[in-house]
């Protein structure tokens, strides 16, 4: 199942907003570069249950990745890419 | 070949650690009666906590989580995994850390964690809770059993661990809780800690630390 990179961006969305519900008040806000723990806010805990989330969503399985592999949008984006 | 270490550790442990630590748990709530798997949470007050967790379920084989640093060499990694623990770097929580111990949990086994995420010495209070457990037990649909364990005034004194009821985190939360509802019911799961700490001291109120040894710490 080949995503277009919009595709997963959208995807990417609902699954932000499952996760930040309503701690973060504008996700439309949210672009490729926005910071994960700086502009959302996010804890260790937080990216941990976006990557869950994302592998639930986008039914992949990450490789063992940690708190400090993804610092922006973006890296999340380009590796749903890579490996879906 | 794991579970025979892991019961020839804990057998030839057990007259040495009753002798050493006398361990006594106190049960407010009465027994622990999960089946199955179940997250423990508890404070961790001293480097001696997975054998007192150990010795309040002493019927279960308990997991816990190390610091990978204690698995540097293949010795230290052999005793280390034939003992039931599992890696976890501090500094950079992974993926696998966490599927290791959900995949645990699903199967039915226990696993102890240390929600204040480092040893708390010199204070009387808990460290804030991290969330990790709350996430962990969601995710493999587990209740989680909050402990108290009383740290040890002299070397001497023996151990002594507070019971609590179990907390069904997905009836608190349901099964795809925000960061926000996570960490409402980590909060929780402090505050039931609080409890069982109280009831510790209303048992042991020669234990509780006097305001001015409190100011000092």
């Known amino acids: ?18 996760v930040l519900s309503d701690a973060q008040p504008d996700l439309s806000a949210i672009d490729e570069s ?10 260790s805990v937080g990216v941990l249950y976006i990557v869950i989330a994302i592998e639930e969503f986008f039914g992949i399985e990450f490789e063992d990745v940690g708190f400090d592999d993804f610092k922006v949008i973006g890296d999340v984006v380009d590796y749903i890419e890579e490996h879906i | 070949m794991n579970n025979f270490a892991y019961d020839f550790v804990k057998v030839t442990g057990a007259i040495p650690t009753v002798i050493a630590l006398r361990p006594r748990v106190l049960k407010p709530y009465g027994r622990c009666k ?7 949470s508890a404070n961790h007050c001293s480097f001696l906590d997975p054998i007192v ?13 190390a610091t990978k640093d204690l698995f540097s060499t293949k010795l230290k ?14 500094e950079n929580f992974s993926l696998n850390s966490f599927h290791a111990v959900v995949k645990r ?6 696993v102890a964690i240390f929600p204040e995420g480092q040893i708390n010495v010199g204070s009387a209070d808990m460290s804030a809770f991290k969330s990790g457990a709350i996430l962990m ?6 209740p989680i059993v909050p402990i108290y364990i009383a740290p ?6 023996r151990r002594v661990t507070v019971l609590g009821s179990p907390v069904d985190v997905r009836q608190m939360c349901g099964l795809r809780p925000s960061v926000t509802e996570l960490d409402a019911v980590s909060q929780y799961l402090h505050e039931r800690e609080n409890e069982l700490k109280e009831f510790y001291y209303s048992k042991y109120p020669e234990a509780r630390p006097s305001e001015k040894s409190t100011e000092d710490a």
């Open chain 1, 1 to 18: 199942m080949a995503l277009s990179r919009n595709e997963i961006k959208e995807k990417l969305s609902d699954v932000m907003k499952m």
């Open chain 1, 34 to 43: 926005s910071r994960l723990v700086e502009d959302l806010g996010l804890n």
């Open chain 2, 34 to 40: 999960v089946k199955g798997g179940f997250l423990i």
């Open chain 2, 53 to 65: 967790i150990l010795c309040s379920f002493w019927s279960r084989r308990v997991y816990s989580l």
């Open chain 2, 77 to 90: 990694a052999f005793f280390f995994n034939c003992v039931n623990c599992i890696p976890v770097d501090k």
């Open chain 2, 105 to 110: 949990l699903k199967g039915g086994k226990v």
């Open chain 2, 137 to 142: 037990a969601n995710t493999a649909g587990v």
């Open chain 2, 152 to 157: 040890p005034r002299k070397w001497y004194h």
